[in-house]
């Protein structure tokens, strides 16, 4: 059984940076993508970051130039390097993998940004 575990989620105050970890167990094989949707209080849960296999990224307007999303294939993980964090960035973020026709999501962590 795959299960993602996301770590890292913290208070941080506004301009500060954090990084997000997640961990995949239960995989034998690399996953397709990996990355980290975000959803804030109220709000839909949308795509905050994303790398697949071959290394291509795709990030939402709203983190571009401040996220990265990078990869650990041998170890099945993923991170999420967050800086000149805003208020707006304030969510629970999930660790997200795709495997074939199969998607994956952790529990979630939460990020608490401070004005």
């Known amino acids: 059984q795959v299960r993602l575990v996301e770590s890292g989620g913290r208070l941080v105050q506004a301009g500060g940076s954090l990084r997000l970890s997640c961990a995949a167990s239960?995989?034998?094989?690399?996953?397709?993508?990996m990355g980290w949707y975000r959803q804030a209080p109220g709000k839909q849960r949308e795509l905050a970051a994303i790398?697949?296999?071959?290394?291509?990224?795709t990030y939402a307007d709203s983190v571009k130039g401040r996220f990265t999303v990078s990869r650990d294939d041998t170890r099945d993980a993923v991170y999420l390097q967050m800086n000149s964090l805003k208020p707006e960035d304030t969510a629970n973020y999930y660790c997200?993998?795709?495997?074939?026709?199969?998607?994956?999501w952790g529990q979630g962590t939460p990020v608490t940004v401070s004005s």
């Open positions: 997200y993998a795709r495997l074939r026709n199969s998607d994956y």
């Open positions: 239960g995989s034998n094989f690399a996953f397709d993508a």
């Open positions: 790398q697949t296999y071959g290394g291509s990224t």
